[in-house]
């Protein structure tokens, strides 16, 4: 009796290694789960601003009356650093104050559009550091005016704004990043049909849901180092060190 036992033994053994072994079998040819990519935003433009002058297949220079007719826009304000940096540069020269401005010549609807930025001091409180988003159809402020990064007018640089144009009134939604604007900070915008998000290096900082204030027609994306008055003392600089465009990812 205890020879058949051992017999039982040896055969429940073997059933039991043989059933494990086919759902060991069974798991290894299962296939794969598809692989979701998380990241809803497809990168379509990039500009690391290192080469040595301004990409103008890509860039159209402003060259004309300065913002609210405070001086002059021109291409000899942009330049390239040596460390790879779009700089604007705002002087008297002549008597007359030069700055600069350029546009993106592609537009879209929606998007993602970040960039790394800063701004200096400025002693006359003259001169505001832009990068924003602009209707193509030129129709303002109905078509919306998106101000992703703007330091306004002041001295210290101490703080910046986002801000949000729209309606035939111009009304603004405004929210301000109380950091130092002459510091490097990544500033990125989502639009969306129902978002508008703002994000400062990497954490989310605002986010607009009224529709009305959110545009739904083209626009390009701006860079601009805006004159405030007339005249100015000394050079202000604004530096960009790359700009990043995307658009949503079809499902």
């Known amino acids: 009796m205890k020879r058949r036992s051992i017999t039982m033994q040896s055969y429940l053994f073997v059933f039991v290694f043989i059933l494990l072994s086919c759902n060991k079998d069974n798991k290894t040819t299962e296939s794969p789960p598809p692989v979701v990519n998380a990241d809803p935003w497809k990168l379509v433009f990039q500009d690391d601003f290192s080469g040595f002058s301004v990409n103008n297949a890509v860039w159209s220079m402003y060259d ?3 913002h609210v007719g405070n001086g002059l826009r021109k291409p000899s304000a942009f330049s390239i650093s040596p460390e790879g940096y779009l700089v604007v540069t705002a002087q008297m020269i002549n008597g007359v104050l030069v700055s600069g401005g350029m546009a993106h010549r592609t ?9 790394r930025v800063r701004t200096e001091t400025d002693p006359s409180a003259a001169t ?8 193509q159809s030129e ?6 005016e998106l101000d992703i990064y703007e330091t306004g007018p002041g001295i210290e640089r ?3 704004f986002t801000v949000v144009h729209y309606n035939t009134d111009n009304k603004q939604l405004q929210f301000r990043h109380s950091i130092d604007a002459t510091q490097w900070h990544i500033v990125a915008m989502e639009w969306d049909p129902n978002y508008i998000s703002i994000y400062r290096d990497g954490k989310l900082v605002w986010t607009v849901e009224d529709k009305e204030a959110i545009p739904d027609v083209l626009h390009h994306v701006c860079i601009q180092l805006d004159a ?6 000394g050079v202000v600089k604004m530096y960009v060190d790359w700009i990043k465009i995307y658009q949503k990812r079809q499902p």
């Open 158 to 160: 101490n703080s910046f």
């Open 139 to 144: 129709k303002w402020p109905e078509d919306g």
């Open 228 to 233: 405030a008055e007339p005249a100015m003392e």
């Open 64 to 66: 004309g009356p300065g």
């Open 128 to 135: 505001s550091g832009v990068v924003l988003t602009w209707p």
């Open 107 to 115: 537009n879209y609807k929606y998007g993602k559009f970040e960039f």
